[in-house]
Each structure stands twice: as structure tokens, then as C-alpha cells.
């Protein structure tokens, strides 16, 4: 991609690679991906951001791509993740950054902002509830058959030999039914079949039953909530996080699915290039 470099940064427990664009002097952005994605999902965001003058860190999460990827399902807690992020803030010379997350990474940047208040300015998720607001949400029956596949990642192996039948038949046909198309879903694929990598991204799902999404309060930081209303996976009802975010707001992307900046790649980056510089029109 033009105008990005890469580099494999120690964040303390685990070293991860890092997709770096915009001025080095400009205010530190970080965008965190979720499941079954990696660093190259936010490409069209990379790019509006730097050119906004930002600096913009994509890490592959711990687990994913590049990165390295621990053994143990007690190393994918919310707290290991969050941990990863207040340490590549660190390593790249920061003090605070404005934090973005998607799916589990808007898991880990709620758990990040809320125990690690220090580090994150501004706050913005996309389609991934509140931890507290979406434990409740699963009580629910509407919600728990959504999520059933939750469940089924608890089981040992299986996961990961049915997400790699028939050359990655079950994850191409999520991303591709989430826009990824040609090259892009043959990159994400690739990326995917990496050593481990499944391993890792079914050890998130796993290590929920460890705990630490309980210890996610409320966050303080301004948080500005983007939500693909059409979203399969995740009832709209869980976007508005409430009294855990009591300084939010909810910005719903019409006809946008679970990857709201995949189908709505201009609209969601004007909406955190307007948002990180005070700039909103509205």
C-alpha cells in the first residue's frame, strides 16, 4: 500500500507487526481489527486518516498475521489485549492515543479506554458492544442465537479443522459476505492460513470463559459509536453502550453490515477524521 511502512514493534509481553502511515509527528491514531480479520481491513481508513495528518498505527493483534502468537488460552484475556495496546502506544513515543476497534478489537478498545483511562484521548467503536452491555444482551434469547457459535468455539480443535476445510471454505465465505472481494479476500485469506493464526483468533472466543470482561467499567473518554444497522451478528439494540459511556454517541451507517467500514468505507472515515479533529460538520 502506498504511503505504509512496516515494522515489528516489542510491546511488552509480544512483539507485533504494524502497519505505520501519516506524518510521524502527528497525533497517534490506533486501529484495532477484529475477527477473522488483520491490519490490511482498515486500508481505506489508513488512508483518510494519515492524509487528515494523522499518525495511524494498524497493528495485526496478538494472534493474527505477523504478530507473534502465544501459546495458552490465558494470553487472549481482555487484559493481555489491552495490555498490547498501552504498550505499542508507549513504543511508538506516546503518551495518549485516539483508540479505534472493531468486533474484538472494539472489544479490547473498550477494556483498554475503561482500565487504562490514561492512555486513550478519544474513543471509537465499531459494531462491538459494551462488554458489560453485551454480557447482559446474551441473557436473552434473541441474542444467544446469534451468538451460538460462541459456544461451539469453546470445544477443543474443531474449530480450527472446520475453518480450514476445503481451503478456508467457512471464513471466504464470511468475508466475502462481508465485501471482501478478488485480491482483498485472497489477502485476508492468506493471512489467516499463517502458522497458528487460527489457533489464536479461536483462543479469543475461548478465553471469555476466563473472566476479564468483567472487569471492563465505565469508560470516561469521548466515545463516538459507529453501527452498521444490518448487522447479522449483533442486535442494534446493544450499540448505545448507556452508563457504561456516559460521554457518547451513536452514529448508525445505514445499510452497512457487521464490517460497517467495508461497506461504508468514506462515511466512517469522514465520521473519525471528523470526530479525532473536532471537525464534525454536524
Excluded at 507485533?16 to 477473522?36: I, K, M, N, T
Excluded at 490490511?40 to 487528515?52: E, F, M, N
Excluded at 469521548?222 to 452498521?228: D, E, F, M, N
Aim: charged fraction near 20%.
Amino acid at each position: 500500500m502506498d504511503g505504509v511502512t512496516h515494522a515489528q514493534v516489542d510491546v511488552g509481553e509480544v512483539e507485533l507487526h504494524v502497519a505505520l502511515s501519516g506524518p510521524e509527528d502527528g497525533p497517534l491514531v490506533v486501529l484495532l481489527h477484529g475477527f477473522p480479520d488483520f491490519w490490511y481491513g482498515w486500508r481505506r481508513q489508513i488512508t483518510a486518516l494519515a492524509q487528515a495528518g494523522f499518525r495511524v498505527a494498524a497493528p495485526d493483534s496478538r494472534g493474527y498475521g505477523l504478530s507473534d502468537k502465544p501459546e495458552g488460552i490465558e494470553r487472549y484475556t481482555l487484559d493481555a489485549l489491552a495490555g498490547d495496546v498501552v504498550g505499542l502506544i508507549g513504543a511508538l513515543g506516546h503518551e495518549r492515543a485516539d483508540v479505534v476497534g472493531h468486533d474484538w478489537g472494539g472489544m479490547t478498545a473498550w477494556h483498554t479506554a475503561s482500565n487504562h483511562p490514561e492512555r486513550v484521548r478519544q474513543l471509537a467503536v465499531l459494531n462491538a458492544p459494551h462488554p458489560r452491555v453485551f454480557a447482559k444482551a446474551l441473557k436473552t434469547l434473541s441474542q444467544a442465537r446469534k451468538s451460538w457459535y460462541m459456544m461451539a468455539f469453546q470445544l477443543p480443535v474443531l474449530p480450527e479443522l472446520l475453518f480450514s476445510m476445503r481451503d478456508y471454505e467457512l471464513p471466504r465465505g464470511l468475508l466475502r459476505a462481508s465485501g471482501a472481494r478478488g485480491a482483498d479476500l485472497e489477502r485476508h485469506v492468506a493471512a489467516l492460513s499463517h502458522p497458528g493464526v487460527l489457533t489464536s483468533a479461536v483462543n479469543y472466543y475461548r478465553a471469555m470463559r476466563l473472566g476479564s470482561g468483567s472487569r471492563t467499567g465505565p469508560v470516561a473518554a469521548p466515545t463516538r459509536v459507529i453501527w452498521g444497522d444490518g448487522d447479522p451478528f449483533l442486535g442494534a439494540e446493544m450499540a448505545d453502550p448507556g452508563e457504561s459511556a456516559p460521554d457518547s454517541e451513536v452514529c448508525v451507517v445505514s445499510r452497512a453490515r457487521h464490517w460497517p467500514h467495508w461497506d461504508s468505507p468514506d462515511e466512517v472515515s469522514e465520521l473519525l477524521v471528523g470526530f479525532f479533529s473536532g471537525e464534525d460538520e454536524s
